[in-house]
């Protein structure tokens, strides 16, 4: 049962456009959510976070989106650069006082085109 | 401040071993969760620890058990290994609960490749 879902396994975008990671989840009880990014032969990298109370969260050319109706997410890199190419890995948790015990969607791999 | 190490970074057994795969947390952080990568998936929850107490499993079998030392150094140890559980291990740390309900960042290491014959 996969309860949060990165439909697009890979996306190509021109370097200096907008790039879009879209990310769904089917469990209501989760109610914070992160992006992560994983460059080859290293660990995920926390990116940017959203809690459930909020709609939008901006971190420089980093935005996410939250539709808590659609149970979706969304990430948006403005403008794209080469190093951004990468894998990027929604996740999700339901509150756990202090301590995230996360659940991750499959990733999306983001190329960015020179 | 060194960030989160893991040791071996690649390792391969055969079916019906057991193997510890190591982790050393961030400096300060009393919290390490484990994961498990098979190929094209995101990371799974195995479980967490937190000052030494497991706090909480995802749905692995009790083959897999972990410990959390007093300095917050953790082993994964997994028993009568099978061919599903090669993948990558990540190990994680947070600096844990802040007492005011905040959300504590996991610091992720590079994991341990494990291939299973």
């Known amino acids: 049962d996969q309860q949060v879902k990165q439909n697009s396994p890979s996306l190509s975008v021109q370097e200096g456009r907008i790039s879009i990671l879209n990310c769904d989840y089917t469990n209501s009880m989760f109610d914070y959510f992160l992006w992560y990014k994983k460059y080859p032969a290293e660990g995920p990298t926390f990116l940017i976070s959203?809690?459930?109370?909020?709609d939008k969260n901006e971190d420089g050319r980093f935005t996410v989106f939250l539709n808590k109706s659609a149970k979706h997410l969304s990430l948006h890199i403005v403008p794209s650069q080469p190093g951004d190419s990468a894998v990027y890995f929604c996740?999700?948790?339901?509150?756990?006082?202090?301590?995230?015990?996360?659940?991750f969607g499959t990733g999306t791999r983001l190329t960015i085109i020179p | 401040e060194t960030g989160v190490t893991q040791s071996p970074t690649h390792l391969i057994k055969t079916r019906g071993q057991q193997v510890t795969l190591r982790c050393s947390s961030q400096?300060?952080?009393?919290?390490v969760s484990w994961y498990q990568q098979a190929l094209g998936q995101g990371p799974q929850f195995i479980f967490q620890y937190y000052r030494e107490e497991e706090n909480g499993r995802g749905n692995f079998p009790p083959r897999f058990s972990g410990l959390q030392f007093p300095n917050y150094s953790s082993e994964l140890n997994v028993n009568a290994l099978e061919l599903d559980d090669s993948a990558l291990y990540l190990c994680?740390?947070?600096?844990?609960?802040?007492?005011?309900?905040?959300?504590?960042?996991?610091?992720f290491g590079p994991g341990t490749r494990l291939l299973v014959l």
């Open positions: 400096s300060g952080h009393n919290t």
């Open positions: 959203i809690s459930s109370i909020k």
């Open positions: 994680a740390s947070s600096p844990g609960t802040s007492g005011r309900g905040i959300k504590e960042t996991q610091y």
């Open positions: 996740a999700a948790d339901k509150f756990n006082f202090g301590n995230e015990k996360l659940t």
